[in-house]
């Protein structure tokens, strides 16, 4: 059974930083491009971050370029959201999310079939 | 980077009556590998999104054959063959051909 557990959200000062983690279960992360989706208040759906997992690189949406990194414990089956240089506008509820292909199927690097709870940053003077 | 228009904005549905949603891209959606990279997610609220529909057409484990997803090149449509109460939510449509992934605006569904 899939399972994915995060935490680390809260509150944080502009300018500051957040890691969340992802743990799952049911599944390696290291197969899988393992993405970051937000959502700000009363907003829809916005793409943080993929892995790009056979080039062993990732992809990031250019509102948060050079400013969030994301990792894996593999030993952990853990994904994590470095979050740096914090604005107001990164004000949101981060999913972390399974695609449905592997990283060996090449089909899709989308169609996410599980996600994460949801854990909320919020950032505030 | 490709953009996703979703109409309508927001759909009252009569319950046992059919409904559909569109989404148009800015660009071809159809990949190399020759599936079109389009999914569609329901997003109840205080829930996640859960995957609807992959690959334009092909329906998610779980999910009611009620839901149907259609198209090609840049144009997609969501059918429910019969809506349900339980099918309120906001409906995304999204693409993952490159990157950024970019998701539609969203269109709200709600019973009348």
């Known amino acids: 059974e899939v399972q994915m557990l995060q935490s680390g959200g809260g509150f944080v000062q502009p300018g500051g930083s957040r890691r969340l983690s992802c743990v799952v279960s049911g599944f390696s992360v290291s197969e899988y491009d393992m993405s970051w989706v937000r959502q700000a208040p009363g907003k829809g759906l916005e793409w943080v971050t993929s892995f790009r997992g056979l080039e062993d690189g990732a992809d990031f949406a250019d509102s948060v370029k050079g400013r969030f990194t994301i990792s894996r414990d593999t030993s952990k089956n853990t994904v994590y959201l470095q979050m740096n240089s914090l604005r107001a506008e990164d004000t949101a509820v981060y999913h972390c999310?399974?695609?449905?292909?592997?990283?060996?199927?090449?089909?899709?690097?989308?169609?996410?079939?599980?996600w994460g709870q949801g854990t909320g940053v919020i950032v505030s003077s | 980077d490709i953009v996703m228009t979703q109409s309508p904005l927001s759909l009252p549905v009569t319950p046992g009556e059919p409904a559909s949603i569109s989404c148009r891209s800015s660009?071809?959606?159809?990949?190399?590998?020759?599936?079109?990279?389009v999914d569609w997610y329901l997003q109840k609220p205080g829930q996640p999104p859960q995957l609807l529909i992959y690959?334009?057409?092909y329906r998610a484990s779980g999910v009611s054959d009620r839901f149907s997803g259609s198209g090609s090149g840049t144009d997609y449509t969501l059918k429910i063959s019969r809506v349900e109460a339980e099918d309120v939510g906001v409906y995304y449509c999204?693409?993952?051909?490159?990157?950024?992934?970019?998701f539609g605006g969203g269109t709200k569904v709600e019973i009348k």
């Open positions: 660009q071809s959606l159809l990949h190399s590998n020759g599936f079109n990279s």
């Open positions: 999310a399974k695609p449905l292909y592997t990283i060996y199927d090449g089909v899709s690097r989308g169609a996410f079939d599980f």
């Open positions: 999204m693409q993952a051909l490159q990157t950024p992934l970019t």
């Open positions: 690959l334009g057409s």
